[in-house]
Nanobody
């Protein structure tokens, strides 16, 4: 079991940058692909990015491609989401989770378990 804890959220102006971190407990961290999702008020929890267990491959939602970068350090049990050129529409609670269900595509939240508590990102215009 992997239990993530997110941090690094905050308030930033449009065009600015933030780096989110996800620290995960559990010895099996390096066995799991790890994903970031986000949820704006009144909306569904949407896929942002995922990185494979080895860190060799990453995939992004079209809305963040070219602006966000996901990375991981298996020695430190951490996943990082670097966010640049932030827009007001990026405002949401950002969640980290381990992908445990391979019957769903990587962008489907049902593919993930062990969600963290989330970290708030607010981008002002």
């Amino acid at each position: 079991q992997v239990q993530p804890v997110e941090s690094g959220g905050g308030l930033v102006q449009a065009g600015g940058s933030l780096t989110l971190s996800c620290a995960a407990s559990g010895r099996a961290f390096s066995n799991y692909a790890m994903g970031w999702f986000r949820q704006a008020p009144g909306k569904e929890r949407d896929f942002v990015a995922v990185i494979t267990s080895s860190g060799e491959s990453a995939f992004y939602a079209d809305s963040v491609k070219g602006r966000f970068t996901i990375s991981r350090d298996n020695a430190k049990n951490t996943v990082v989401l670097e966010m640049n050129s932030l827009k007001p529409e990026d405002t949401a609670i950002y969640y980290c989770a381990a992908r445990t269900q391979y019957g769903w595509v990587y962008s489907d939240r049902r593919a993930y378990d062990n969600w963290g508590q989330g970290t708030q990102v607010t981008v002002s215009s």
